[in-house]
Structure formats: structure tokens, C-alpha cells
């Protein structure tokens, strides 16, 4: 058997305090000065151990504040209160909420899967990836628990073009050498953010991070320096239509390489195949109304790895700004299937892929990995201030963050993340990511619900009320 | 010399610190805005601890006293940036260099006027003397 694929995550402090949800006001005006002072009796020290934060002008007693409440519910004068706080609300956007940026941060700090241990007060349903549920009636079989059970649950991908079939000659060789496959450890890929403060340090940490993950490296090639020889393996440049020049020396040390779509894309892909056979060529395709049909012809004409790319906030792209990433995937998924593909070919997916659980839902709905990228910057810290992409400063100085430190905080992201992936498949039943694939039937779609079940039940429940009016 | 200007603005006065940011235009002067959820958040030790840091002017807005929505938030506010005006004095510093202004929520022109008033302070005051002595302004951060 392999050795068991683990990430080793280890704890990195943020260096600069993390915004609280809600934040203390304390009117000591009016104070009684009781023998014992209910500060004095705050479980975390929080009054004691106050200090303040230079960089950003807080109180650091919220970062430490637990809520419990006991000082707003213990003062006598009721001099103490919490509220919620400003400077929380307005991090972030509609899509990247504050409570995605503050679970990353956890996740980049201590590797370990957020727990709220209070029961989940969020709404029933929602838009996107909350428009469906992992099925988890496998919960209870303890020996394939997720990250501690005794079944070996794997996490590995394949890329590259499988061939549906083989051939042999009379002394059992094969009669066509077999297409280059590359297998991944886990079904997440990084990528280059769109922004950062530092697009230098952004990629030496990513290289590092995908390095030590064992993953690869989406990197823009304009933006890419010098490659030493052992980083190239892990490396995936993306090329724009025009910029591939095959006397490029980086190609003759490259495993894969992406490409931007364009109309003489096979052509190109033609080309580098016959001048570097052994690497594997993806194309990046956008999202948009077209994807379906250009996924189908791009694999019927021998594509091998495919990266459909949808907007930051999971959306379509042009035409299919209506339609979220999770119905892309599934007509594209769908479409291949029809045509008797799918299996030829591999799917990758990015954008607005925000939280652990994303991952596995772009896999059920037909992906065969993902590519993260702007969780990446929220790992070291970022606000989403989005300054750096106006020119502006970063608040939290990601240009000053070593290499070390940043890429270790990527590490602690994914590594909580393969960890929830883990925890889902046990959960689900599931003892390989590649099964997972477009398993629609271990998921629960809100859409479909509304229709089989609870449509019938409100219905008859409409008539009870109307027989029962009369009397 | 850069200078720097940090406001701590209660979100029922300024509910869009955005706006309020756009109204600056002083170009070499960094302006930051800082919502909280009641003027009466900002404590003395904050408004010292922040012109330490060093910044050259740090200004509180609030609400009118009577549209407090912690009812007596805003008189409180009123009373540590007394406390804060004196205690500079009494260690040489200005006490100009710390200002309150109350507005009615929403109120845009009042907005402007009190981006002009911080222009016109920061203008006559100059930079912090903190900046010029930078160990006496971590020392006075670290009080």
C-alpha cells in the first residue's frame, strides 16, 4: 500500500490582529467600583490582557473576547455592552463574506477545520453551492471516519487523456505509446490570484506551498522569472494565445502547460505535442455560453485536460452571467457523458471557489479537480481591500511576508481543507476523490426536493385547508 | 513629511465612510476612516495610544447627542475627549491635535464641513512632534 498522503500543517500566528465579529464597548464613566469587578472575572483575561494594535488602530480585547457575555450580563450598572462591528461588516463583498474571510484566516493559522460547536443558524437553502447538500448517511461507520479512520480514503486525481482502449501486438506490447498522465495527491491545484500586493512574492509562495503539497502551480509565464530545474516539475505556466514560443527552454523541463483558448488552438497544441510529447496541455476555456459546445469539441478532437474558468463570484462568464459555476460543470459533465468521453478527458474548474466545501461540490457536479486561487490571498491575511489592484497600499503588508511564512499559512489552508474533504467522502461512504466525480445521486438538490418532495406536501396540505374551510 | 489623519466615525453619523473618504483630496496626507458602532466605542486610552502611533490629527464623529442610539454614547464620547484634551495638555503635547465633531445621520454637507475643519487643523498644527522625536512617540504609545 502507498504511504498515506498527508499534509503537515503547523500553527502560523497572524501577524496582524484579525477584525472581530463584534466588538465591547465599555463605559467606564459611572462606575461603581465593586469589590470584585466583573472584568477581572472574564475567562479569557481579555480586560487584562487589552493591548492595542498600531497598524490598525483597534482595541486588540476583541480578538480575545470569547462571548460569553458574562461582563455584559455580570455588571451592575450595565456599564458594559457588545454590538456588532463596523469594521467586520464592510470586509470583503456580497460573494467573499466576512465569514468566509474569518474562516480562511482560521484555516491558514491552525490547518485545522472551523467548528462553531453551536448548531448552524444559517437559512435552509441557498443560491450556488448552497443550493445542495453532500449526502452523510454514511456518517456512522467509524472505520471509514474521514482523516482518523482505518480505511484509507484517496484524494488522488489523474491528468491528462485516457485512452478508451488499448492495442497489442503479438508480443503483448502495446502498438501506441500510452498518453503522459500525471497523478495529483489531492483534487486542488493553485493558482495566481488576480491581484496582490506582491505578484513576486504571491508566486514564490504559491510555487513553495504547491511544492511541499505536491500539487501544481498555475503561474501566468509573462510574470515568471527564472525557474530552477526542481521547481519546474511543479509548475503549470499559462500562456495567452499568442505569447507560446516553442524554443521556450522552460517547455523541455514542464510536465503540463495551460493555454488559453483561442480558434487555432489545436493547431498549437498539434505543435507542442510534436516537438514535447511528454507534456500534457491544458486549455483554458471561459465559462461562458459556448463552454458546452466548445468542452464537447475540444475532447472529441483529443484534448486532454480541460480548465473551465468562471467569474470571482462563481458566476458564468459573458453570456452566462445568469448561471452559476455548479450548473456549467454539470451541463459540460453531462454533455461529455452523452458523447461518451468523459472519461477520455480531464475537468478542471476555478473561480469563486470559496470554502472547503466547494471542492467536493464541484466534484460531484462533474469537475475532476479544482483550481483555487483567491483563497489563497485571504491566507496571508488579506482584507480583500482590494487597494493593491488601485495602486494603493495593502493593509496587512503582504509584500513584507516571507516566503516561508506565507506559503506554510497556504499549507495550514489546504491541509484543512483536504481534511474536510476527508471528513465529507467518510461521510458519504466514499474511499476515492475520482469516484466522486459527477455522483450527483450522493447529493441533494434544493431544486429537486422542491419538486419531489416538499411541492406534493405543500400541495395536499393546501387542500386539507381548503375541505376543511366549509366546515 | 507624509502626514497621516485617522477618524473614528460612529456608522449611524457617517453610515458611508466611503463618501467620507472621497471627500478628502488633501493629496500627501493619508486619511483613514474608522467605523465603529458608537463614537462612545473610542476610549481615552485609544485616542492617546493612536496619536503615539504617531498620527498627526485623530478625530471623533458622532451623533447629536439626542440621536445617540446608545442614548447616552455620545455625551459619554463628549467626556473622554475632554479627559484626552486635558491629559495633552498636561504632558506639552496639543490638545488641537484631537477633535470631535457631532452631525445628524446622513447629513452630507455637514460631512464636508468637518473635512474642511480637520484641513484647516492639520494645515496650522503641521506634523506631530511625535514624528520628529520617534522614540518619545513609541513611548508615549506604549503609556
Given at each position: 500500500?502507498?504511504?498515506?498522503?498527508?499534509?503537515h500543517?503547523?500553527?502560523?500566528?497572524?501577524?496582524?490582529?484579525?477584525?472581530?465579529?463584534?466588538?465591547?464597548?465599555?463605559?467606564?464613566?459611572?462606575?461603581?467600583?465593586?469589590?470584585?469587578?466583573v472584568?477581572?472575572?472574564?475567562?479569557?483575561?481579555?480586560?487584562?490582557?487589552?493591548?492595542f494594535?498600531?497598524?490598525?488602530?483597534?482595541?486588540?480585547?476583541d480578538?480575545?473576547?470569547?462571548?460569553?457575555?458574562?461582563?455584559?450580563?455580570?455588571?451592575?450598572?450595565?456599564?458594559?455592552?457588545?454590538?456588532?462591528?463596523?469594521?467586520?461588516?464592510?470586509?470583503?463583498?456580497?460573494?467573499?463574506?466576512?465569514?468566509?474571510?474569518?474562516?480562511?484566516?482560521?484555516q491558514?493559522?491552525?490547518?485545522?477545520?472551523?467548528v462553531?460547536g453551536?448548531g448552524?443558524?444559517?437559512?435552509?437553502?441557498?443560491?450556488?453551492?448552497d443550493?445542495?447538500?453532500?449526502?452523510?448517511?454514511?456518517?456512522?461507520?467509524?472505520?471509514?471516519?474521514?482523516?482518523?479512520?482505518?480505511?484509507?480514503?484517496?484524494?488522488?486525481?489523474?491528468?491528462?487523456?485516457?485512452?478508451?482502449?488499448?492495442?497489442?501486438?503479438?508480443?503483448?506490447?502495446l502498438?501506441?505509446?500510452?498518453?503522459?498522465?500525471?497523478?495529483?495527491?489531492?483534487?486542488?491545484?493553485?493558482?495566481?490570484?488576480?491581484?496582490?500586493?506582491?505578484?513576486?512574492?504571491?508566486?514564490?509562495?504559491?510555487?513553495?506551498a504547491?511544492?511541499?503539497?505536491?500539487?501544481?502551480?498555475?503561474?501566468?509565464?509573462?510574470?515568471?522569472?527564472?525557474v530552477?530545474?526542481?521547481?519546474?516539475?511543479?509548475?503549470?505556466p499559462s500562456?495567452?494565445?499568442?505569447?507560446?514560443?516553442?524554443?521556450?527552454?522552460?517547455?523541455?523541463?514542464?510536465?503540463?502547460?495551460?493555454?488559453?483558448?483561442?480558434?487555432?488552438?489545436?493547431?498549437?497544441?498539434?505543435?507542442?505535442?510534436?516537438?514535447?510529447?511528454?507534456?500534457?496541455?491544458?486549455?483554458?476555456?471561459p465559462?461562458?455560453?459556448?463552454?458546452?459546445?466548445?468542452?464537447?469539441?475540444?475532447?472529441?478532437?483529443?484534448?486532454e485536460?480541460?480548465?473551465?474558468?468562471?467569474?470571482?463570484?462563481?458566476?458564468?462568464?459573458?453570456?452566462?452571467?445568469?448561471?452559476?459555476?455548479?450548473?456549467?460543470?454539470?451541463?459540460?459533465?453531462?454533455?461529455?457523458?452523452?458523447?461518451?468521453?468523459?472519461?477520455?478527458?480531464?475537468?478542471?474548474?476555478?473561480?469563486?471557489?470559496?470554502?472547503?466545501?466547494?471542492?467536493?461540490?464541484?466534484?460531484?457536479?462533474?469537475?475532476?479537480?479544482?483550481?483555487?486561487?483567491?483563497?489563497?490571498?485571504?491566507?496571508?491575511?488579506?482584507?480583500l481591500?482590494r487597494?493593491?489592484?488601485?495602486?494603493?497600499?495593502?493593509?496587512?503588508e503582504?509584500?513584507?511576508?516571507?516566503?516561508?511564512?506565507?506559503?506554510?499559512?497556504?499549507?495550514?489552508?489546504?491541509?484543512?481543507?483536504?481534511?474536510?474533504?476527508?471528513?465529507?467522502?467518510g461521510?458519504m461512504?466514499?474511499?476515492?476523490?475520482?469516484?466522486?466525480?459527477?455522483?450527483?445521486g450522493?447529493?441533494?438538490?434544493?431544486?429537486?426536493?422542491?419538486?419531489?418532495?416538499?411541492?406534493?406536501?405543500?400541495a395536499?396540505?393546501?387542500?386539507?385547508?381548503?375541505?376543511?374551510?366549509?366546515? | 513629511?507624509?502626514?497621516?489623519?485617522?477618524?473614528?466615525?460612529?456608522?449611524?453619523?457617517?453610515?458611508?465612510?466611503?463618501?467620507?473618504?472621497?471627500?478628502?483630496?488633501?493629496?500627501?496626507?493619508?486619511l483613514?476612516?474608522?467605523?465603529?458602532?458608537?463614537?462612545?466605542?473610542?476610549?481615552v486610552?485609544?485616542?492617546?495610544?493612536?496619536?503615539?502611533?504617531?498620527?498627526?490629527?485623530?478625530?471623533?464623529?458622532?451623533?447629536?447627542?439626542?440621536?445617540?442610539?446608545?442614548?447616552?454614547?455620545?455625551?459619554?464620547?463628549?467626556?473622554?475627549?475632554?479627559?484626552?484634551?486635558?491629559?495633552?495638555?498636561?504632558?506639552?503635547?496639543?490638545?488641537?491635535?484631537v477633535?470631535?465633531?457631532?452631525?445628524?445621520?446622513?447629513?452630507?454637507?455637514?460631512?464636508?464641513?468637518?473635512?474642511?475643519?480637520?484641513s484647516?487643523?492639520?494645515?496650522?498644527?503641521?506634523?506631530?512632534?511625535?514624528?520628529?522625536?520617534?522614540?518619545?512617540?513609541?513611548?508615549?504609545a506604549?503609556?
Amino acid at each position: 500500500m502507498p504511504a498515506k498522503y498527508h499534509i503537515h500543517v503547523r500553527q502560523v500566528p497572524p501577524r496582524f490582529s484579525p477584525l472581530a465579529k463584534s466588538t465591547i464597548i465599555d463605559w467606564a464613566e459611572g462606575c461603581l467600583r465593586c469589590a470584585t469587578c466583573v472584568k477581572e472575572q472574564c475567562p479569557v483575561d481579555a480586560y487584562r490582557k487589552r493591548g492595542f494594535d498600531r497598524s490598525q488602530f483597534v482595541d486588540t480585547i476583541d480578538e480575545m473576547c470569547r462571548d460569553c457575555y458574562r461582563c455584559v450580563q455580570g455588571c451592575p450598572r450595565e456599564l458594559i455592552f457588545k454590538a456588532a462591528n463596523p469594521q467586520y461588516r464592510q470586509m470583503g463583498d456580497a460573494y467573499w463574506t466576512p465569514e468566509i474571510l474569518a474562516t480562511t484566516w482560521y484555516q491558514a493559522e491552525t490547518g485545522k477545520i472551523p467548528v462553531s460547536g453551536a448548531g448552524y443558524g444559517g437559512p435552509f437553502a441557498g443560491p450556488g453551492f448552497d443550493s445542495f447538500w453532500t449526502d452523510m448517511s454514511e456518517i456512522v461507520r467509524p472505520t471509514r471516519d474521514g482523516i482518523h479512520g482505518r480505511e484509507y480514503i484517496s484524494t488522488s486525481v489523474d491528468l491528462g487523456r485516457k485512452p478508451m482502449f488499448l492495442t497489442f501486438d503479438s508480443n503483448g506490447e502495446l502498438t501506441w505509446p500510452s498518453p503522459p498522465l500525471l497523478e495529483l495527491p489531492l483534487p486542488i491545484i493553485l493558482a495566481e490570484p488576480p491581484f496582490a500586493a506582491s505578484p513576486g512574492g504571491m508566486q514564490d509562495i504559491i510555487i513553495q506551498a504547491a511544492g511541499n503539497l505536491e500539487t501544481l502551480a498555475i503561474l501566468s509565464r509573462n510574470r515568471l522569472g527564472p525557474v530552477p530545474e526542481e521547481t519546474a516539475a511543479r509548475l503549470m505556466p499559462s500562456y495567452t494565445a499568442g505569447s507560446l514560443d516553442l524554443d521556450d527552454p522552460l517547455l523541455s523541463q514542464l510536465r503540463t502547460l495551460e493555454i488559453l483558448d483561442h480558434p487555432e488552438v489545436l493547431e498549437q497544441i498539434e505543435a507542442v505535442k510534436r516537438r514535447y510529447p511528454k507534456l500534457i496541455v491544458s486549455l483554458k476555456v471561459p465559462a461562458d455560453g459556448k463552454v458546452v459546445e466548445r468542452v464537447a469539441e475540444l475532447t472529441a478532437a483529443g484534448a486532454e485536460v480541460i480548465h473551465i474558468f468562471a467569474s470571482e463570484q462563481a458566476r458564468g462568464l459573458g453570456d452566462s452571467q445568469d448561471l452559476h459555476l455548479k450548473d456549467l460543470i454539470r451541463r459540460c459533465h453531462l454533455r461529455l457523458v452523452e458523447d461518451r468521453l468523459r472519461d477520455t478527458v480531464t475537468l478542471l474548474v476555478s473561480g469563486g471557489l470559496a470554502l472547503a466545501e466547494h471542492v467536493a461540490k464541484a466534484i460531484i457536479c462533474g469537475a475532476d479537480a479544482v483550481i483555487v486561487d483567491l483563497p489563497l490571498l485571504l491566507a496571508l491575511e488579506c482584507r480583500l481591500c482590494r487597494s493593491c489592484a488601485k495602486g494603493g497600499k495593502c493593509p496587512v503588508e503582504i509584500e513584507t511576508l516571507t516566503v516561508k511564512r506565507g506559503a506554510q499559512r497556504v499549507i495550514n489552508l489546504i491541509g484543512a481543507w483536504n481534511n474536510q474533504l476527508l471528513e465529507i467522502m467518510g461521510a458519504m461512504g466514499m474511499r476515492e476523490v475520482r469516484r466522486l466525480r459527477g455522483e450527483v445521486g450522493r447529493a441533494m438538490f434544493i431544486e429537486d426536493l422542491e419538486k419531489e418532495i416538499f411541492a406534493p406536501l405543500f400541495a395536499n396540505r393546501e387542500v386539507e385547508t381548503i375541505k376543511r374551510e366549509p366546515n | 513629511m507624509s502626514m497621516e489623519v485617522v477618524i473614528y466615525a460612529c456608522q449611524q453619523a457617517v453610515p458611508d465612510p466611503e463618501a467620507l473618504r472621497a471627500l478628502w483630496s488633501a493629496g500627501e496626507v493619508r486619511l483613514r476612516v474608522l467605523p465603529e458602532p458608537c463614537s462612545s466605542k473610542v476610549e481615552v486610552f485609544q485616542l492617546l495610544r493612536t496619536l503615539g502611533a504617531p498620527v498627526d490629527l485623530v478625530w471623533v464623529i458622532g451623533c447629536e447627542e439626542q440621536l445617540c442610539r446608545f442614548n447616552e454614547g455620545s455625551h459619554r464620547a463628549g467626556g473622554r475627549m475632554a479627559h484626552t484634551k486635558k491629559y495633552l495638555q498636561e504632558i506639552g503635547l496639543e490638545p488641537a491635535r484631537v477633535g470631535r465633531s457631532l452631525v445628524t445621520p446622513g447629513d452630507e454637507s455637514a460631512l464636508a464641513a468637518i473635512v474642511s475643519e480637520i484641513s484647516g487643523r492639520l494645515k496650522s498644527l503641521g506634523p506631530s512632534p511625535l514624528r520628529r522625536a520617534p522614540n518619545a512617540g513609541a513611548q508615549a504609545a506604549a503609556t
